[in-house]
């Protein structure tokens, strides 16, 4: 998130650095023994880098280290980024690092932090960035805020006279002083360029990005302190790090550059990596092993959510379509041909949840969603071709008027061709929380009236529902199944008998079918067990309804699965593979082939249940992650093309962001890898 300047004009990347060599850096350590300081850019050339200290944030993913080499005519230098860190406050003043160290301009070594940006230069020593004011001057102006002024007690400091105190202009108490003080002062926050007072104050001039607010800031050189006047909470630190980082290398750049993605640790005695010492070489993109190609960027590990909800279809003689979610936008990316995708655009018209789906019927996209609010839910129709999208106006589906009351929606269409919609809702009460799933449908294929929905659970089922619950819903000829998952409540008194065969109380694959047009009185279709956070899929091909889901196992979790027909309910359970929580996804293929795809320990695998057959074939490897990709846990989406093909989605997360990525598999391809070792 950067800062919101009045004035339009924003320097670029090279305008930026230009200002850092031409002498903006605030100087707090000396010069090399040659007492040279003529070479402003420093334009030295690093050779010889060892690690002599190094110190490994797993949090963070990268190195703090301390380096010694040599420079331009074999002169031994030190960069000790480590010692100046731990001296200046560590971790409370800086925050965590967000790169590793590199050369970012000709002679000159920095480290971005959350908090600040450190330099070193033979010349001048270790330095601090001033990043609020390179972010000022990045916008156009720079200088001191003359008014408010602060009357309370304190510390004035610099040649602007600013009174750093632990009382903001409007009385709050803040304890900037304090914090000012213990980590150093002038020596790592700069002089003030304000006193402490709100950004709403009538004189205060300096803001951040977005509306003022009544959180009381003081702007420094290389700082910004925050306070909410609330005795319990220390004051904190803007990150301008970030921030800088993203007015230098706008539009998401940093992403590309090696330096910003995860790291492993670095020991003592080896050589630094050549590629962050040498100038632009870290602008080289290393993909570190990651498998199938890019389909975009987002900044939230929900983009796929969720595993009921299909985000990905192809269209035949058109191509591959994905539909994911990034912050409060759903995203449409496309592929002719799975070897690359289109920078992705928004189609939803509302900031949106997550739990996001997307289908086609008759020829023509359609995006279900629901609001930020769990409020409303939206169905919005496009016509696609070749990547060109057209979008209808949105369709409201429901409106619940309370906040969490229509969450994570799933559809399918009736035998008459009227879409349904099936939603949870959740409240929190002391007695704790009641979940239930709701169904709605179109009045006619016009989707413009829906009917009032129907709750499907019931009374006992709602107060075993929780955070991870919900629905999804099938049609076979005149049947209508509709199932949930019901997450495990330790110490519950509410047992369910039939699901205590192990000792132990697990969650329940809670079902409900019969004729779609009583849907008032469908009757119990439970599928047995669950455990997992919506892990499970259902799809129709029409004569059954194929459920893919994770049960209670020995070793955690067990991809299952199971169909339903009218007629005989649910069939016999074919155990698929031990998965982990967030990694299912199953798509159907027009041969009438099952494909289901899961994850364990980061290895993405997919077994197929061809037609006419009782056993799934062999396990066939998607994918492994690797170690500085691994999000944890890699969520799934997949769909079948033609010809024997289906394609799937998978998460990864190779820096500050996320990745979603996708890969075609092809159904008698030969492969003995089911370890992923490959």
């Known amino acids: ?49 060892i690690v002599e200290t190094a110190l490994y944030f797993p949090g963070d993913d990268h190195n703090v280290v301390k380096l010694r080499g040599t420079y331009t005519g074999g002169r031994p230098f030190e960069a000790d980024f480590l010692g100046y860190f731990n001296a200046t406050g560590g971790s409370e003043r800086w925050g965590g690092p967000i790169s590793e160290l590199f050369e970012e301009w000709p002679g000159t070594l920095v480290q971005y932090f959350s908090n600040g940006v450190l330099s070193y230069r033979p010349s001048w020593g270790m330095e601090w960035r001033p990043a609020w004011d390179l972010l000022e001057e990045g916008a156009g102006r720079g200088g001191v805020e003359d008014m408010p002024t602060n009357a309370n007690d304190g510390a004035v400091v610099g040649p602007g006279e600013k009174v ?39 004189d205060a001039r300096l803001s951040i990005e977005g509306p003022p607010t009544d959180v009381i800031r003081q702007y420094f050189q290389s700082a910004v302190l925050e306070g909410y006047g609330d005795a319990t909470q220390a004051p904190t630190f803007r990150r301008l790090g970030e921030e800088l980082r993203a007015q230098i290398y706008p539009d998401g750049e940093w992403e590309n550059l090696t330096v910003f993605l995860r790291t492993a640790p670095l020991g003592i005695g080896e050589s630094y990596p050549e590629a962050y010492v040498d100038y632009f070489a870290a602008e080289v993109r290393e993909d570190q092993g990651a498998g199938g190609v890019l389909v975009g960027r987002v900044r939230h590990p929900y983009a796929l959510s969720y595993h009921p909800q299909p985000h990905l279809l192809y269209r035949e003689d058109d191509g591959w379509y994905a539909f994911f979610l990034d912050l409060d936008d759903g995203l449409l990316a496309y592929s002719r041909d799975g070897a690359d995708f289109s920078s992705p655009e928004s189609v939803t018209h509302i900031p949106v949840a997550a739990g996001l789906a997307m289908y086609e019927i008759g020829g023509e996209l359609y995006f279900l969603y629901a609001d930020r609010n769990f409020m409303r839910v939206f169905l919005r129709r496009a016509q696609v071709s070749g990547g060109e999208v057209r979008m ?24 008459v061709g009227r879409p349904w919609v099936v939603v949870r809702s959740y409240e929190s009460l002391p007695t704790g929380a009641v979940v239930d799933i709701w169904v709605t449908h179109a009045t006619d294929a016009s989707m413009r009236e829906w009917t009032q929905p129907v709750r499907i659970s019931s009374d006992e089922q709602a107060l075993r529902g929780g955070a991870g619950t919900s629905g999804s819903l099938a049609f076979v000829d005149e049947g209508l199944v509709i199932v949930f998952d019901i997450d495990a409540k330790i110490g ?32 119990t279709a439970n599928a047995g067990q669950f455990k997992g956070t919506h892990d499970y899929a259902l799809i129709s091909d029409g004569k059954r ?32 593979g031990v998965a982990q929580t967030h990694a299912t996804a199953m798509t159907l293929d027009s ?23 009782t056993a799934f074939g062999q396990v066939r490897c998607v994918t492994r992650i690797p170690h500085l990709r691994d999000m944890g846990s890699p969520w799934l989406a997949a769909a079948a093309a033609t010809r024997g093909r289906a394609g799937v989605m998978w998460m990864e997360k190779p820096g500050e962001f996320w990745e979603v990525r996708f890969q075609t598999v092809v159904l008698e391809e030969q492969s003995e890898d089911a370890d992923c070792a490959g």
């Open 1 to 49: 998130m950067g800062m919101k300047i009045s004035s339009s004009r924003r320097l670029g990347r090279l305008e930026l650095v230009l200002l850092l060599v031409a002498g903006l850096l605030v100087v707090i350590v000396g010069c090399d023994s040659d007492g040279g300081r003529a070479d402003l850019s420093g334009g030295a050339r690093f050779e010889g880098l």
């Open 164 to 202: 750093v105190s632990n009382v903001s202009v409007e009385g709050v108490e803040v304890g900037f002083r304090d914090v000012y003080e213990r980590l150093g002062g002038e020596g790592t926050f700069g002089y003030p360029k304000s006193a402490a007072r709100s950004d709403m104050h009538p």
């Open 392 to 415: 209808a106006e949105p369709l409201l589906v429901m409106d619940r008027d309370v906040s969490f009351a229509a969450g994570i929606p799933n559809m399918a269409i009736d035998p």
């Open 492 to 523: 519950t008194g509410s047992k369910v008998a039939g699901y205590q065969d192990d000792g132990q109380y697990h969650g329940e694959m809670a079902g409900y079918a019969g004729d779609y047009r009583d849907v008032e009185n469908l009757a």
């Open 545 to 576: 309804a194929h459920l893919a889901y994770h049960r209670p196992a020995a070793e955690g979790q067990m991809m299952s699965y199971r169909f339903w027909t009218p007629d005989s309910s649910w069939s016999e359970r074919l155990d698929v």
């Open 591 to 613: 041969e009438g082939n099952v494909w289901v795809f899961y994850g364990i320990r980061a290895e993405i695998k997919f077994r197929v249940l061809k037609k006419g057959e």
